[in-house]
């Protein structure tokens, strides 16, 4: 046993838990969530078995603004693309919106309900 703790989980608040899951298995095609039995939280689990991530349910969820230090963003997410157009189209069909396209090797985006994430082809 040991006292090294190793991440389980990143957990993002949001009004529906279901549909932002829902949301992220489409987009890093993963398997189907783990929904617990009250619908507040649910889990997708990283098929190559390192950390999941976790869907919490807030009733008076406010979304982060980016940028903006009034309402921050707290964390993001930075997901790995070998084809950046493709994976910019295809995140953008998923219902994602572009925040920032400026750099040359990473677009900024908002999931369906603000929180940002990083497409990198770094």
Same mark, same amino acid.
């Given at each position: 046993?040991?006292?090294?703790?190793?991440?389980?989980?990143?957990?993002?608040?949001?009004?529906?838990?279901?549909?932002?899951?829902?949301?992220?298995?489409?987009? /890093? *095609?993963? %398997?189907?969530?783990? +929904?617990?039995?009250? @619908?507040?939280?649910?889990?997708?689990?990283? #098929?190559?078995?390192?950390?999941?991530?976790?869907?919490?349910?807030?009733?008076?969820?406010?979304?982060?603004?980016?940028?903006s230090?009034?309402?921050?963003?707290?964390?993001?997410?930075?997901?790995n693309?070998?084809? /950046? *157009?493709? %994976?910019?189209?295809? +995140?953008?069909?998923? @219902?994602?919106?572009?925040?920032?396209?400026? #750099?040359?090797?990473?677009?900024?985006?908002?999931?369906?309900?603000?929180?940002?994430?990083?497409?990198?082809?770094?």
């Amino acid at each position: 046993m040991s006292a090294v703790p190793t991440l389980g989980v990143v957990a993002l608040d949001c009004p529906d838990p279901v549909a932002l899951a829902e949301f992220y298995r489409s987009v /890093l *095609e993963w %398997a189907a969530p783990e +929904v617990a039995e009250d @619908g507040h939280w649910v889990t997708l689990a990283n #098929p190559a078995g390192g950390a999941g991530l976790a869907f919490q349910r807030v009733p008076d969820y406010r979304p982060p603004a980016w940028p903006s230090a009034e309402n921050p963003q707290q964390l993001h997410l930075d997901l790995n693309v070998t084809d /950046l *157009e493709a %994976a910019h189209e295809r +995140v953008l069909g998923l @219902g994602a919106k572009l925040l920032d396209d400026t #750099p040359e090797t990473f677009r900024v985006y908002a999931d369906p309900v603000g929180h940002p994430f990083c497409l990198c082809a770094c």
